[in-house]
């Protein structure tokens, strides 16, 4: 009897024991459970204002004001890449324009790009005999000129979209709202299949900008901050004339531009139109052609480039252009090898800097 009194008061102690430590562990969770106090709603608020960034109409326009001023797209200079797709590191090419890739160009400083638009019919020859490396469809590539002919020459593997390209620029502005990008094509396409092309391209028709739409005909180019706080920040020329309809300007109708070449040797430094129709210096009412200076050799080579790229540069804009157009600078500066200089001090991106510091 003894015995099970003293196994029911063991029992009872057991019981106690695990009732106290329910009673434990059910506080410690509602303590867990519950919230602290409340912060301030000034402080809340606060935190949630420094990690905002203002994002205004108002700011954009401050922004705008502050980097470009009141100077006219017709006042400022642009550094651009002639054949930028030409390089080494969007496809393979054998023979290059630029040393990097079109995004990098951009990265770089680079606000201008030729680009050259061709027709590929998709071939099922070139297929088989590159054992599957060159099944591309149909579409608008860039060449420089057939894009069946001679690969790393005429075109390069892999193949490059237009549309791919144009969503490079289109990416980049959006990551930079402050930016201004021009597109030059020398274009072999039909107007139905370049719409197609840049129909592809993801946030594109937001952005170009349509002179008809802005009376430059009648008023003049707006000024770059209007441009930057519109968004319409891409503007597309074409040496063809019939898709205007498109968004791309006929260069002819909007542009002045030099001859291309400085020759074999690179000793050719005069001045002289592109169009013998449309004279560098020629005066319009209302109206100033925009003017896209073209410096670059027949063949273009990394050592060719360095030699051109500085002081010969600069002094052919100062002596020869300048005095050509009628007493203006070029708003659009195109080189091979943009990188690349004499070491004179002076590189193509310092010369258009200090084209933009002119008064």
């Known amino acids: 009897m003894l015995i099970d009194m003293d196994m029911r008061l063991r029992v009872r102690s057991r019981a106690l024991v695990c009732l106290l430590l329910l009673a434990l562990v059910g506080t410690v969770t509602t303590a867990a459970a519950s919230p602290g106090p409340a912060a301030p709603a000034t402080v809340t608020a606060k935190a949630t204002a420094e990690k905002a960034p203002p994002t205004t109409a108002g700011t954009a326009a401050a922004a705008a004001a502050a980097r ?21 590191e969007d496809s393979r090419w054998s023979s290059v324009n630029q040393s990097e890739s079109v995004r990098a160009q951009l990265d770089n ?94 946030g594109l ?3 170009v900008f349509r002179p008809d739409q802005w009376g430059v005909r009648q008023h003049g180019w707006p000024k770059v901050a209007d441009l930057v706080t519109s968004g319409k920040r891409l503007l597309i020329f074409s040496d063809r004339s019939d898709r205007e309809h498109l968004g791309v300007m006929y260069d002819k109708s909007w542009t002045v531009s030099n001859y291309w070449s400085l020759g074999d040797l690179g000793n050719d430094l005069s001045c002289v139109s592109r169009w013998s129709d449309v004279p560098l210096d020629r005066q319009e009412p209302g109206f100033r052609r925009l003017f896209t200076m073209s410096h670059h050799r027949n063949v273009p080579t990394v050592l060719t480039a360095a030699l051109d790229n500085g002081a010969k540069l600069r002094s052919r804009i100062a002596e020869q252009c300048r005095s050509a157009t009628g007493g203006r600078d070029p708003n659009f500066v195109s080189v091979d090898f943009h990188r690349l200089s004499d070491g004179s001090g002076h590189t193509p991106a310092s010369i258009v800097a200090e084209l933009n510091a002119r008064p």
């Open 68 to 88: 470009w001023g009141d100077r006219r797209l017709d006042e400022v200079a642009f550094l651009t890449t002639h054949n930028a797709f030409t390089n080494y």
């Open 205 to 207: 028709q937001d952005m």
């Open 109 to 202: 400083g680079v606000r201008g790009l030729s680009l050259d638009t061709h027709w590929y019919e998709r071939s099922t020859w070139l297929c088989v005999i590159s054992f599957g490396s060159d099944c591309y469809p149909s579409d608008v590539y860039l060449c420089h000129g057939d894009c069946k002919t001679f690969a790393g020459a005429t075109y390069a593997l892999p193949r490059q979209t237009f549309h791919g390209t144009m969503q490079t620029v289109v990416d980049f502005l959006a990551a930079h709202p402050q930016e201004v990008v021009t597109v030059f094509l020398e274009d072999y396409v039909g107007a139905d299949q370049l719409q197609a092309s840049l129909g592809r391209v993801s």
